[in-house]
């Protein structure tokens, strides 16, 4: 069934077809999700919000890219408010003692370090925008241009991004390469 | 732009960057449902209180004067920011879903209400991911969850409530906030099921971000960079 199919019956209510287009959508959105949460739970909610956004605003969605971007975009911007959101209250440090840290960390280890470990860290540490676009493209293997639709920008500045980000990346395990 | 690529080794250790999991299909899908059932329900009329709701309300002292208090402070705050400043109504762009449709309740009161919203979905964020990492059974939730339970009972007891939507609302957060605001250190795995189970129960934290706006990353808008 394509989309404009299934767009249409769901539309007109059936609910055979919102599960088709949630089967459809929900892996691909999760692992994204997941990516750039580290945390299963929040992974959870911000896909759950992305459908629920989904389906509400499905009469409004134009066509002009494929379903599967806008859903995308829609997740992406989830995460990255939701992601915004916690991290404005842990800087805020409110009262609320019996919370754990609540942004995925790494422990930074500075004997034997790990690549992978390391690598994590310094993803963690790039600009948003970097970190969104590296994972988008080297890590889960977007185009630039599904990435420039779901981010609302040129292609040329997911490059670009891309480009620096991976820059930040190299100088940030310049030592371990040269192990 | 003349862009080299990682290195193959750099490029494995970049694949097990947060690894996702199997996709919980069935888990998300039936709070997806939940969520959109609960935000569908029938405009008119009031929804029927609970009855845990009804005895926690029934308990607390009159509140009147202090609703009036905090009424006059909103108005005379507002009052003052429109004397003060620039007409700008990106308020009413902002609005959330379920506090712009709320009828005859005054701006300042809907403008209290995405705070307060605002507010419980921080809290209720942050309190879950406690619980999961193992913490949140020693009470210390309990003042920030009271803090936010009063400023509720006032919203609900608000013109801002006579949204039927919105009121559902406050009425599924009172239960939980008030669940919190109960934890006993000395029975406090089996309040936080109780609660957890009320959280995914009555999907409360994916209606509170529905109704909270997005901060500037709406899926109209979904430039986030």
């Given at each position: 069934m394509d989309d404009r199919t299934l767009i249409a019956r769901v539309l007109a209510g059936d609910p055979t077809a919102e599960r088709a287009l949630y089967d459809a959508h929900v892996d691909r959105v999760f692992r994204l999700v997941y990516r750039l949460a580290g945390d299963r739970d929040r992974a959870q909610d911000y896909t759950q919000e992305a459908f629920i956004r989904a389906f509400a605003k499905l009469a409004e969605f134009r066509g002009e890219a494929a379903l599967s971007t806008w859903i995308c975009s829609i997740a992406v911007s989830v995460a990255l408010n939701g992601l915004r959101k916690v991290k404005r209250l842990r800087n805020r440090e409110v009262e609320l003692d019996v919370v754990e840290p609540v942004l995925p960390t790494v422990t930074r280890s500075t004997a034997d370090p790990d690549l992978k470990q390391r690598l994590a860290q310094a993803i963690d540490d790039l600009p948003e925008g970097y970190r969104t676009v590296f994972v988008m493209h080297d890590v889960e293997g977007y185009t630039h241009e599904e990435i420039g639709r779901a981010l609302g920008v040129q292609s040329g500045t997911s490059k670009a991004q891309l480009f620096r980000a991976r820059a930040k990346l190299r100088t940030a395990l310049a030592d371990f390469a040269r192990d | 732009m003349d862009d080299e690529p990682l290195s193959p080794e750099l490029r494995d250790a970049a694949e097990a960057y947060h690894l996702p999991p199997d996709t919980p299909r069935e888990e998300m899908w039936q709070r997806i449902q939940a969520a959109r059932q609960a935000g569908a329900?029938?405009?008119?009329?009031e929804a029927p209180m609970p009855p845990q709701v009804r005895t926690l309300r029934a308990r607390q002292p009159a509140r009147l004067p202090l609703w009036l208090g905090i009424a006059a402070a909103l108005a005379l705050a507002f009052g003052l920011g429109r004397v003060s400043s620039r007409p700008d109504t990106r308020w009413a762009a902002d609005a959330p879903r379920a506090v712009a449709g709320a009828s005859g309740g005054s701006v300042a009161f809907r403008v209290a209400a995405v705070e307060h919203l605002g507010q419980a979905e921080s809290f209720l964020t942050l309190f879950r991911a406690s619980v999961r990492s193992g913490a949140g059974r020693d009470g210390l939730a309990a003042p920030t969850a009271r803090q936010l339970l009063a400023t509720n009972r006032l919203m609900l007891d608000s013109p801002a409530s006579a949204d039927p939507q919105l009121r559902l609302l406050l009425q599924d957060l009172e239960l939980v906030l008030a669940g919190i605001a109960q934890i006993s250190p000395a029975r406090g795995s089996e309040d936080l099921d109780i609660i957890t189970n009320d959280l995914d129960r009555s999907a409360v934290l994916l209606r509170l971000r529905a109704a909270v706006p997005a901060g500037g990353g709406s899926p109209a808008r979904p430039g986030v960079l």
């Open positions: - | 329900q029938p405009g008119g009329g």
